[in-house]
């Protein structure tokens, strides 16, 4: 059955809410990409995805130090609604980082919802909701991870795969545009990027056997500029490393489903890509599966693949290369560094791809090797049915997609660590459009578990480590103030001193952390706003202990007047 809700405006809006409780300040209309490009220099605001377009995390804000932070206190909260197990393998989790623009938050949820707050009290300014099937075909959560801005306009993409635009000062929704096929299993929760005049997504869907893609669209009429299929087909450059007959490279997987990043000077849109498809089953696809597991430097005006680095070829493990591509600079060479969910920390050469140094970033790794100059020797795998194999990293990985933070002032990565196992039992499959295409049984290995906040510098040294005994499974936030701010899945928001590890604060936010905190100002005041609410892919790691309810929220700190 279809409700009809009157939307924004006048007209009817088949199947999507848009609540008008007020209107939010203009404040977009003067959001460019010359804006952009020096987000950090306005560090009040946190205008995209990652604070800037170097994916570091970082803020200049500093009223919030080693040496107050432990004053810090709630200031407001808004209720975004109640998290948990839905239908299938899905569940809803806040995993969204939220942006702020000169005093109004925009941030999104799970299943299409988006709000517009104020930031310095929590006032939803208006809200909208766009209409998703119960029945959408989803891997790992109904989740989205943040949205875009720009020149009076939100942009966000739904779990069914459509891409909205909404007029920032009302909810009005302005175009939509579909940007995968939702009946084989595509979807999408990345946060889109602007990049000049232009608009970037990705697809999510590699479990159902769909074939991974980039795609660029015109901020103003959303009209596709480019696509880039992350997997090539026969007599493109790459498609010697699937097989030669069959269909395999059509379902090779490699989905871009977390926000890349952007380097000007090369012009270069460094993403990362998922795991071949099926995840365990590499008898179909023999050969080097490219590009999954990959990070590629795509030209933004052409969508052409410049460079690649694959970080596990023919991957039996499903180690998702889809994190964060961290630039940098050191002894004058453009830098990108990548902690992987195999366990290692790469630092590749951003302008051509070339490896630097790899370095394991987490104590337990037995799926193969990779040596300090990139040699990767792999595990024999077994090919039995119903044959078990127990591995670290476990398919959450070292490092799930949540995000590492790097601090220009102590030269150090701050990394949240998983370290937890897992068993795969080979269950082969025919591939049907729309169903899962794994290819195992998994069993996470909940008995033998840990976790940290590392902090490593640019050469791949472990510095220092918070330890703690549950898998880390939320984005790590830096300051200019020398704070590390992390949370836990059982509920502990906490602040740590940057150059020694030191656990200066900790608040108990009643529910698991899984998204990306940020920190802005208004008027002066320093604040550091955090999204809680379980879910997602591990949530069977720690049953019972992510908070009753699974309730969402967002929680803002600020210190005392």
Not at 33 to 46: D, K, P, Q, T
Not at 90 to 116: H, I, K, N, Q, R
Not at 505 to 529: E, I, L
């Amino acid at each position: 059955m279809t409700v009809e809700y009157v939307d924004a405006g006048d007209a009817i809006d088949h199947g999507a809410l848009s609540a008008v409780t007020g209107s939010a300040p203009a404040v977009t209309d003067n959001i460019d990409y010359e804006r952009i490009l020096n987000a950090r220099s306005e560090s009040h605001n946190w205008i995209t995805y990652y604070g800037d377009y170097d994916g570091k995390r970082y803020s200049l804000l500093d009223q919030i130090n080693t040496e107050n932070v432990n004053r810090l206190g709630p200031v407001w909260m808004f209720q975004a609604g109640t998290s948990g197990q839905i239908a299938g393998a899905s569940t809803y989790a806040f995993e969204a980082c939220p942006l702020v623009v000169d005093g109004v938050m925009y941030v999104t949820g799970w299943d299409g919802w988006f709000w517009a707050l104020d930031a310095k009290t929590g006032e939803q300014l208006w809200r909208y909701k766009h209409a998703v099937p119960f029945d959408v075909s989803l891997c790992c959560g109904n989740v989205n991870r943040g949205c875009a801005v720009a020149n009076g306009k939100v942009y966000f993409v739904t779990p069914n795969a459509h891409l909205l635009a909404l007029d920032a000062t009302s909810g009005k929704k302005v175009w939509e545009k579909t940007i995968g096929d939702v009946r084989a299993g595509e979807s999408a929760s990345l946060a889109p990027l602007v990049v000049k005049d232009t608009l970037i997504t990705g697809s999510a869907g590699g479990e159902f056997g769909v074939r991974g893609h980039i795609d660029c669209w015109d901020l103003e009429t959303g009209e596709q500029r480019w696509r880039c299929y992350t997997v090539p087909k026969p007599g493109e450059p790459g498609s010697e490393t699937w097989p030669e007959d069959g269909e395999a490279w059509a379902r090779g997987g490699a989905n871009h489903w977390v926000t890349g990043t952007y380097d000007p000077d090369t012009n270069l849109y460094y993403a990362g890509t998922g795991n071949p498809a099926p995840d365990f089953d590499g008898a179909i696809r023999p050969g080097d599966n490219l590009y999954t597991d990959s990070v590629v430097a795509v030209d933004v005006d052409t969508g052409e693949i410049k460079w690649h680095y694959q970080f596990t070829p023919h991957d039996l493990w499903d180690y998702d290369s889809t994190m964060e591509m961290t630039l940098f600079e050191r002894d004058g060479k453009k830098l990108l560094g990548h902690f992987d969910k195999n366990g290692y920390f790469f630092v590749l050469d951003r302008t051509n791809g070339e490896l630097q140094h790899v370095t394991p970033f987490v104590d337990r790794i037995d799926w193969g090797t990779i040596t300090r100059d990139g040699k990767v020797t792999p595990r024999k795998y077994p090919d039995k049915e119903g044959e078990p194999v127990h591995f670290y990293p476990g398919p959450a990985g070292a490092k799930e997609w949540t995000h590492a933070a790097y601090s220009p002032r102590t030269d150090l990565f701050y990394v949240p660590v998983a370290d937890v196992g897992a068993t795969a039992t080979r269950r082969r499959r025919e591939f049907k459009e729309g169903m899962p295409y794994w290819g195992a049984a998994v069993q996470v290995d909940i008995d033998n578990m840990a976790g940290s906040v590392s902090a490593f510098d640019s050469h791949g040294e472990e510095k220092w480590r918070w330890r703690n005994p549950h898998p880390m499974a939320a984005s790590v936030l830096a300051t200019a103030g020398d704070v590390v701010f992390a949370g836990t899945p059982t509920g502990e928001f906490l602040a740590l001193d940057a150059r020694t590890g030191e656990e200066l604060w900790k608040f108990q936010c009643g529910s698991g952390h899984h998204g990306s905190a940020m920190t802005y100002s208004v008027d002066g005041k320093q604040y550091v706003a955090v999204p809680v609410g379980w879910g997602g892919w591990l949530e069977g790691i720690i049953p019972g202990m992510l908070g009753a309810g699974h309730g969402s929220a967002l929680i803002v700190f600020a210190l005392p007047d």
